[in-house]
């Protein structure tokens, strides 16, 4: 996989790689929700990484390609009892990562935005790591443990 390290030692992995409409971001968190079903984890913790993935998709859709259509890929790992998954857009990119993370904020207001998604992205995931260069793109990448899963294969 292009962006999970190659020390981990790999339980299973997909990519998913879909056009820039909105359509498709409710495509990407029923792909990620089934994908780690493996795991078995509460209802809880599949809503809270169904959200996480769903507003790093939908910055990516709308922020990403304000422009213009684009393509949006989606890489998911599994190890042990942990996910990752990496958000990728070749967008606009951030300019200042820092000021888009706070609360409120949105670079389109005129689309009445919220301006909560990395906040909510924040909150339910282990770890958050966003990489961004403007005219270049956007990889934010996720990562959760599930509590309660039992062994993996």
Known sequence: MDHIA?????????RLQFPSRSENESLARVAVASFVAA???TMEELTE???????AV?????????????????????????VRV?????????PDIEMAKQ?????????E?????MTIMETFVDSLEIVSEVGEGTRVTL???????????
């Open 6 to 14: 190659e020390d981990v030692r790999l339980d299973n992995y997909l």
């Open 39 to 41: 795991l078995d984890p």
């Open 49 to 55: 990484l169904k959200t996480a993935v769903s507003e």
């Open 58 to 82: 939908t910055n990516a859709i709308i922020h990403g390609y304000q422009e213009g259509d684009g393509e949006v890929t989606v890489e998911c790992a599994l190890f042990e009892h942990t």
């Open 86 to 94: 990496v958000i990728e857009d070749h967008g606009v990119g951030i």
């Open 103 to 111: 609360p409120m904020y949105t670079s389109r207001p005129e689309l």
């Open 113 to 117: 935005r919220s301006g909560m998604g």
């Open 143 to 153: 990562v959760k443990t599930f509590r309660t899963a039992p062994d993996v294969m």
